[in-house]
């Protein structure tokens, strides 16, 4: 189970540091975004539902953004 979490914690840090990454790079930096990107790393658990869900939407925005140029 830990072994799980560690898994999941991994991923979403993955998706957190792009999309951090991606809003440094292509916009303005937001730093309320940005905190709610980073708050479960912060916490040391795993992301709730609408913490992934909002870290694959702010992903998905920047990559649009990088796609369009």
């Not at 916009?27 to 309320?32: R, T």
């Amino acid at each position: 189970m830990a072994e799980n979490q560690g898994k999941t914690i991994m991923n979403y840090a993955s998706i957190a540091i792009a999309a951090v990454e991606a809003l440094v790079e292509n916009g303005p930096v937001i730093v309320e975004d940005i905190s709610a990107l980073l708050k479960p790393l912060k916490e040391g658990r795993a992301p709730t539902a609408d913490e992934w869900d909002f870290a694959e939407k702010q992903l998905d925005a920047a990559n649009a953004a990088v796609q369009a140029g």
